[in-house]
């Protein structure tokens, strides 16, 4: 396959521009220089031909870049025509001919605008996301009071099924990190009380920090990280695959069939995971204490005994169903809001963890205000 | 439904085994399954350069698999592909260069979601030719006037874009580096009767101006009729007959007597 060509020859008062070669897709870097240098000729000469009969080979490249320099020389005051056209090669130029001129993209604005623009519409969302929220919550309390009202629209197996994802196959991963953080805290306890002799207290800190604050607020995170993320992906996708509407069109009510599960399961399974990873943190923070501090293990328990009452406990298990409500309507409105773009899956997923996480920790900070305010 | 296991096979390929001079894909002996089950068994199947060859079956009986293995998404047991005379077990540069001389229509398009159909159209374009982004904008515009949708559809996404439409522009994609070869898994459905005859019509405009091969798996009636040179029917993991309408029309075999004749068949054919 020859490269291609155009040759310019002077005929009488007129021009043949004469094209050859093979005139495809291949070549189209080397064409559009071709066409372009062409394009601006200008010259005393008011008749060019454009003559193809020696081109060996056209496709829609070709032919559209031919096309071009024909409407480029017309518009320039030329006569332009296209001559040696095979009958085949015709009906193509004949298709491109139809093309119009490409419309321009709506100009974008100055960097500071789209500063600006970004900013403006993020202030806006933040007010939708707080609607959506609230629509959702409303729309989950009254699916739960229809359900209330009729219990075989309860769907069990379907919370079964998403307690066995968020719970149970959750465990391990919750009880080792949980352990881990325990240790840590023990450890880092340790080594600065030991400075001033208060050794043993380090006991009460643990105990108090874990029961009260770290053991449910470390698990909401990771359960927004690993599960709320899970939600906003398999609504996401089932959105943009149009099955939700389809279940819409059956009657069902989306929010009692695909929500109000995974949200029992999550409100079941937060309150677990927290008194699992509780207890998998004093452990740790035991073992560190008596490996690494001294403290043997039943003046570890006795301490422990001492330094803590249920209250603690009880401040930190009511906490957990509320934070799981929480991630879970944030991570559905997150889940139904995808459009049908796989980037919006992305997007939506990442905004699911970042808000579900924020929130959680502003619902700690509200609840420590309210435990403090109350005395306990 | 009608069954095609119990049926014998009462046509067999011609030539099956020697490999004809102008074959621009030809397949032997190709076994496919998945698990235990196979679903094309010991096929052979000569494209001839410049044709549209139809290609019919019943549902589940394998064609977007063939179309899906010829083009090397799903592994063959056994068996060999030969495209433009390359064997596509070779290696890779060979595939990279046969892959950017042919494009594939998909039975649900397969648009890029994130890009919009500007983009989705330009992305194979892109990638393989360095030219300008004026040029770039022209040639969208002309393959999308080509497959018949008009220039405001440029800016649109993939979702906000309706069953046809989606067709159009994964033709338009296909079709955006000029390939040799355009392979199109049902490409008429979803589409009105007036833009499946249009579509009919460009691929045969198509295939007159740049010399396509195409291999179209259809099961709309008249697009055999009236775009396509020739028709392979698929059954039992083989090809069960091939030849042109007539011969088809022509045939004794129960499945295409009923497939040719049937009442839908009657009202179209006449
Ligand atoms: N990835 C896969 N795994 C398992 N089985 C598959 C897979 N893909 C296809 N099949 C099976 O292979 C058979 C052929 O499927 P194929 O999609 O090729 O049918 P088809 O002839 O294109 O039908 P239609 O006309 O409905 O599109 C079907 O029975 C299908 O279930
Ligand atoms: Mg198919």
Not at chain 1, 52 to 69: M, N, P, Y
Not at chain 2, 206 to 222: A, E, K, N, P, S
Not at chain 2, 226 to 246: E, F, P, S, W, Y
Request: glycine content about 10%; proline content about 3%.
């Amino acid at each position: 396959m020859s490269g291609p060509t155009l040759e310019q020859i002077a005929k009488g008062d007129g021009l043949a521009l004469c094209a050859a070669g093979s005139w495809t897709a291949r070549f189209a870097p080397a064409l559009e220089k071709l066409v372009g240098e062409a394009e601006k000729l200008t010259g005393s000469r008011p008749n060019i031909f454009i003559d193809v009969s020696q081109v060996s080979k056209l496709d829609t490249f070709g032919a559209w870049l031919i096309e071009r320099l024909r409407r480029a020389l017309t518009n320039g005051g030329h006569e332009a025509q296209i001559a040696g056209l095979s009958a085949n090669y015709a009906t193509l130029v004949d298709e491109v001919r139809r093309v119009k001129p490409a419309v321009p993209l709506p100009a974008s604005g100055s960097a500071l605008t789209a500063v600006l623009d970004g900013i403006g519409r993020n202030i806006y969302g933040i007010g939708e996301t707080l609607v959506a929220l609230v629509d959702m919550i409303g729309a989950v309390i009254a699916a739960w009071f229809r359900v209330w009202r009729h219990p075989s629209k309860f769907r069990l197996t379907s919370v079964v099924h998403h307690l066995e994802q968020v719970c149970w196959n959750a465990v391990p991963i919750v009880v080792l990190i949980t352990f881990l953080i325990g240790c840590i805290v023990a450890q880092q306890g340790l080594f600065h009380f030991r400075r001033f002799g208060a050794d043993v207290f380090v006991v009460d800190m643990l105990g108090v920090l874990v029961l009260r604050e770290l053991g449910v607020l470390l698990v909401a995170i990771m359960v927004a990280g690993r599960s709320g993320s899970a939600y906003t992906a398999e609504l996401g996708s089932m959105k943009m695959r149009e099955e939700i509407d389809a279940l819409r069109t059956m009657g069902f009510d989306a929010i009692e069939v695909l929500i109000l599960p995974r949200m029992v399961a999550l409100v079941l399974a937060l309150p677990i995971l927290a008194f699992l990873g509780a207890m998998a943190a004093l452990y740790g923070g035991g073992l560190v204490a008596w490996l690494y501090g001294g403290v043997d293990p039943s003046s570890f328990l006795s301490r422990l005994r001492e330094a803590i009452s249920i209250n603690h406990f009880i401040v930190g298990m009511v906490k957990a169903p509320v934070m799981a409500m929480v991630i879970g309507i944030v991570a559905c409105v997150e889940g139904l809001a995808v459009q049908g773009s796989a980037e919006s899956l992305g997007q939506h997923t990442t905004s699911s963890v970042v808000k579900g996480i924020f929130f959680v920790i502003v619902m700690d900070g509200v609840f420590a205000i309210f435990f403090a305010s109350i005395g306990i | 439904m009608t069954s095609t296991t119990a049926t014998p096979i009462t046509e067999t390929p011609t030539g099956a085994a020697s490999t004809s001079a102008d074959a621009i894909i030809s397949v032997r002996d190709l076994t496919v399954a998945f698990g235990s089950r196979r679903v094309l068994d010991g096929l052979n199947l000569d494209v001839a350069r410049g044709e549209i060859l139809g290609f019919v079956g019943a549902s589940g009986a394998g064609k977007s698999v063939l179309m899906r293995t010829i083009i090397g998404l799903v592994p063959k047991v056994s068996g060999t592909i030969e495209v433009f005379g390359t064997d596509l077990d070779g290696g890779d540069k060979e595939r990279r260069d046969v892959e950017r001389r042919w494009g594939i229509l998909f039975q649900h398009g397969a648009l890029f979601s994130s890009l919009n159909v500007r983009q989705n159209i330009q992305f194979p374009v892109r990638e393989y030719l360095k030219v300008s982004e004026r040029l770039l904008d022209e040639i969208t515009m002309a393959k999308l006037t080509m497959v018949g949708l008009k220039p405001e559809v440029a800016d649109r996404y993939p979702s906000e874009l309706s069953g046809g439409m989606i067709k159009r522009v994964a033709l338009a994609r296909a079709l955006a580096l000029d390939p040799e070869i355009v392979f199109l898994d049902e490409p008429t459905s979803g589409l009105d009767p007036i833009g499946a005859g249009d579509f009919d019509e460009l691929v045969r405009t198509l295939q007159r101006t740049l010399g396509l091969t195409v291999f179209m798996v259809t099961h709309d009636l008249d697009s055999l009729h009236t775009a396509c040179d020739r028709i392979a029917v698929l059954g039992n993991g083989k090809i069960i007959a091939q030849g042109t309408m007539a011969d088809m029309l022509a045939s004794q075999h129960p499945w295409l007597r009923e497939y040719f004749h049937g009442k839908r068949a009657r009202a179209v054919i006449g």
